[in-house]
């Protein structure tokens, strides 16, 4: 079974548009930690943001947003304002404390496009 | 340097031969993994190093695949008797160890086998 889903596949957006990528995910572990990672075009993943599940605080940076919903083991990223620099494949990912290191749990990923 | 270096960039070989590709992690990070991204695919786990204890290989696929990490720092992926279906971007993380911490990825290796 799946760790981590993320049912969108593709999304495009026009310039300006706010859009907002689904994660859902799944672990028996009460620690865990939850990522969000950008991948654009030249291929290097690039960090954005690190949550642990005992921090449901949602999160703001710039434009970035993130939800976090224990109830619903969701952890949701909104991009207000999308830009064509936005334009790249999102990951969300997973890690659970009991095997703490071993690996991340990558979903598929979404591809964001952002129309000029 | 101050990233996840990985080299070569690119790699074409023939079928039937062996490849190694190489990651230098970031000084002080203890935890060094390695991922394989096929064509418009997500992230599949290969190894998972973190300091001194015995590596994770659950997500190898093959036993012609193989790591090592030489002095807690610099690692080597070995791909023996190379396969078409080996063919993709082999991505190479470290962390400062365990899953709380955030991993960093190097650029990758596009290894092309023809």
């Known amino acids: 079974a799946q760790k981590v889903t993320q049912a969108q596949t593709e999304i495009s957006v026009v310039e300006k548009e706010d859009v907002t990528l689904d994660c859902v995910y799944e672990t028996r572990d009460t620690t865990y930690y939850l990522f969000w990672y950008k991948q654009p075009p030249s291929g290097e993943l690039v960090f954005l943001i690190r949550?642990?599940?005992?921090?449901?605080q949602n999160e703001i940076s710039g434009r970035y947003s993130w939800n976090f919903q224990k109830s619903t083991s969701s952890f949701n990223f909104t991009i207000t304002a999308s830009q064509v620099v936005d334009s790249a494949v999102y990951f969300c990912?997973?890690?659970?404390?009991?095997?703490?290191?071993?690996?991340?749990?990558f979903g598929t990923g979404t591809s964001l496009t952002v129309i000029p | 340097g101050a990233g996840v270096s990985q080299s070569p960039s690119n790699k074409v070989t023939e079928k039937g031969k062996d490849v190694e590709l190489r990651c230098d992690p970031i000084s002080g990070h203890t935890a060094l993994y390695w991922y394989r991204q096929s064509l418009g695919q997500g992230l599949e786990f290969l190894i998972y190093f973190q300091g001194n204890s015995a590596p994770d290989k659950s997500g190898l696929p093959s036993d012609r695949f193989s790591a090592e990490r030489t002095g807690g720092s610099v690692s080597t992926l070995t791909i023996q008797r190379t396969q078409q279906e080996d063919s993709a971007v082999y991505l190479c993380a470290s962390s400062l160890g365990g899953g709380s911490t955030e991993a960093f990825f190097g650029q990758g290796t596009r290894l092309t086998v023809v």
């Open positions: 949550r642990n599940s005992f921090d449901e």
């Open positions: 990912a997973l890690s659970e404390a009991r095997r703490a290191g071993n690996q991340f749990y």
